[in-house]
């Protein structure tokens, strides 16, 4: 199926940010969009947005870090709509600390969200894909998977693994594209979840110039929009002022 005009898409992490956005431009282009997170109330506020203005929506509750939830959404996907043609795996989250701080659960949190939420979307979503024989694995990194700083050294070990994940599975599949969309600093409240004074202090700084979610959410457009024969690998989106 060419395009995006009725492609079945999955968004995890739609409740806000980069996810919100995204479900709302793919649905104004035609997608039937399938959206999950763990705040229901704000994915069915959502889901009437996009239904109100004549697209199409389902929504779940789902949390990444239960694989049998993944497989429940995509079920969903498949009953209602009788295929997935995309999964964008955006959920994340990003409670940064030195190491030293000895934040151990919220490190344990972010594999569990980053990278084991973003398996569990593949495991969940692949085999319905291969049987169609094809599909799109579309995962959500960050700048932060390519260099480290101080301070996510765990987010940014999350996010490399979601890259080299993602190269992975690129080679081993046939017919299933597989794209990384990495961004810059982009608006949402991904920030919000920092509970180390120190490290929330540094990230006010670093954040005060970002991108908005629409212009990540137009990168996952692009993505599925091209030809099924080209697989668009990954993106990287910032700032103008901070390329
Ligand atoms: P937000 O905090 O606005 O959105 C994060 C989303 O993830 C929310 O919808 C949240 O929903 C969801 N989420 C968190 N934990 C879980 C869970 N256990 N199960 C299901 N959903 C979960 O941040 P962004 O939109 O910025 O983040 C989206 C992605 O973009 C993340 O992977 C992030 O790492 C990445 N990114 C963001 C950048 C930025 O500067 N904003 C830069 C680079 C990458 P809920 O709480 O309702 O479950």
């Not at 409740?15 to 999950?36: F, N, P, Y």
């Not at 993944?70 to 409670?95: C, H, Q, T, Y």
């Not at 299933?176 to 700084?205: C, F, N, Y």
């Not at 024969?229 to 002022?241: F, G, K, N, Q, Y």
């Amino acid at each position: 199926m060419p395009g995006i005009k009725d492609k079945v898409v999955i968004v995890t992490g739609a409740s806000s940010g980069i996810g919100e956005a995204t479900a709302r431009i793919l649905a104004a282009h035609g997608a039937r969009v399938v959206l999950g997170a763990r705040r229901t109330e704000r994915l069915e506020v959502l889901a009437g947005l996009i239904r109100t203005a004549g697209g199409i929506a389902e929504y779940q509750a789902l949390d990444v870090t239960k694989r049998s939830q993944l497989e429940d959404i995509v079920a969903l996907a498949k009953s209602r709509f009788g295929r997935v043609d995309v999964i964008v795996n955006n959920a994340g989250v990003m409670p940064l600390s030195t190491l030293d701080r000895l934040k151990v659960d919220e490190w344990e949190r972010m594999v569990d969200v980053n990278i084991k939420g973003v398996l569990y979307g593949i495991a969940a979503a692949l085999p319905v894909m291969q049987a169609q024989g094809s599909g799109q694995i579309i995962n959500v990194a960050s700048v932060g998977g390519h260099r480290v700083v101080p301070s996510a050294a765990v987010y940014c070990a999350t996010k490399f693994a979601v890259r080299a994940i993602s190269d992975g599975l690129r080679q081993e599949v046939d017919n299933i594209r597989v794209t990384v969309i990495s961004p810059g600093v982009t608006e949402s409240e991904l920030a919000d979840s920092i509970t180390d004074p120190a490290a929330k202090l540094g990230m006010e700084t670093y954040r005060k110039i970002f991108i908005t979610a629409e212009a990540v959410a137009r990168t996952i457009l692009f993505a599925i929009e091209q030809p099924a024969d080209v697989d668009l690998s990954e993106i990287v989106v910032r700032p103008t002022a901070s390329a």
